[in-house]
């Protein structure tokens, strides 16, 4: 069988590397593809090393863009690719552009897909990465479904007989990566190292582009009692500059992203985390650190209902929401037990690996 991996943001090449791991250990044929959606070196390159993934067979080098310009920009690549490659299944992680582009793409030439991370639905139509998951979840053949809450989402969209139950695959990785680190002095800036820090990231539109917004979030979180080390993605750097913000203001302390294994070990010495992210808040969950989520809702609402993981639209509310954090031990795991890889494989593998299409 030969898979074609499309991937292109951080929380992707963490999806990629127990997939890779686990087609290379049964033999199949991979190709991965990276967009360029993420094109800074610590957003990108620097993860397929850490996490010891093979290096992209394809670059599309789309850079930033608008969403119609950038998933354009894919969408006119992909067509060469698929056409060199051959792949039987197309396989794509989450809900990027370089997700509904891969999708489509695929689509249009007569190509199986397979959507991992399928079901995952936050209700608010004014996040591109809405419309991005559910389009891909009705374009694909088969969609790979993280948890309960997301097959019962896909059953009530009329797809249960294409979807399966495999357990998230960012479980898989991190437990991995977290087993790797554990020990590990964490890499934090030296005025970290010997007291009680958070780390918090922002990266999502809704909390950027708005500069009344984002200077209130900036605020809210400089004036913690404890440093907060904000991990700064390109596009908050930008929006920041853009807008005269001055980011290292209160108790923030101002760092470039982390690669995936440093960001495992600091979130792991801290007290606590404030995000955006999709990702980072489920792993926070996972590493058993209370988190603030800097949204009105969350796809992953296990890590709410558990009571460690508080949404905090408000940029007034986020203090409070922080300081009153204190959940209650568990050993719930509704994200799978660190085999979601496998699960997701033999699921390809048992809907067919022919080059045959079903459409």
Known sequence: MKVLSVVGARPQF?????IAAELERRG??????????HYDVN?????????????PDDHLAVG????GRQTGAMLAAMDEVLERHQPDWVLVYGDTNSTIAGALAAVKSHIRVAHLEAGLRSFNRRMPEEHNRVMTDHAADLCLAPTEVAMAHLREEGLSDRSVL?????????????????GEEPAVPAQLASEPFRVATLHRAE?????????AIIKALGSLPEPTLLLAHPRLRARAAEQGLDLAVGSLVVSDPLAYPQLVSAVMASIGVVTDSGGLQKEAFLLRVPCVTVRSETEWTETVDLGWNVLAEDPAQLPEAVLSLDPHATTAAPYGDGHAARRAIEAILAHGGSRACSR
Do not use: C, W
Request: aromatic fraction near 6%.
């Open 207 to 215: 909390n950027t582009d708005d500069p009344h917004r984002l200077a």
């Open 28 to 37: 199949d044929e991979h190709v991965i593809v990276h967009t360029g959606q």
């Open 64 to 67: 930033s863009d608008t969403h």
């Open 166 to 182: 495999v357990g998230d695959v960012m479980t898989d990785v991190l437990y991995q990566v977290r087993d790797r680190v554990v």
């Open 43 to 55: 957003m990108s390159d620097v993860f397929f090393s850490d996490l010891g993934i093979a290096a």
């Open 14 to 18: 963490v999806k990629l590397a127990p």
